[in-house]
């Protein structure tokens, strides 16, 4: 059994900083990728940042220049600096992994919002 756990959400005002934190746990063999994702009230999932084994980093355009994904061991990170109220959202942490398998398993959310 694999678990992903999210923690470091919270109430921000425009222009602060998060750091958002995710780490997989259980019986892990290894870990393909580890992103996050978003998704805002009404909207659909978006992926907000990745990285992968091999070192490859992506983005979504909107948060280019203003967050950080980086991750160490089982271990992901999402510094989220210059934040705007359209970052509000559920922000969901995601592993590719092998474990019983090479599948996709998901956090249970952690909510961010940026608000004055």
């Known amino acids: 059994q694999v678990q992903l756990e999210e923690s470091g959400g919270g109430l921000v005002q425009p222009g602060g900083s998060l750091r958002l934190s995710c780490a997989a746990n259980g019986r892990i063999f290894n870990i393909e990728s580890m992103s996050w994702y978003r998704q805002a009230p009404g909207k659909q999932r978006e992926l907000v940042a990745s990285t992968t084994s091999d070192g490859y980093i992506d983005y979504s355009n909107s948060v280019k220049g203003r967050f950080t994904i980086s991750k160490v061991n089982n271990m992901v990170y999402l510094q989220m600096n210059s934040l705007k109220p359209e970052d509000t959202a559920i922000y969901y942490c995601?592993?590719?992994?092998?474990?019983?398998?090479?599948?996709?398993?998901w956090g249970q959310g952690t909510q961010v919002t940026v608000s004055s």
């Open positions: 995601s592993a590719y992994l092998m474990s019983d398998g090479l599948r996709v398993y």
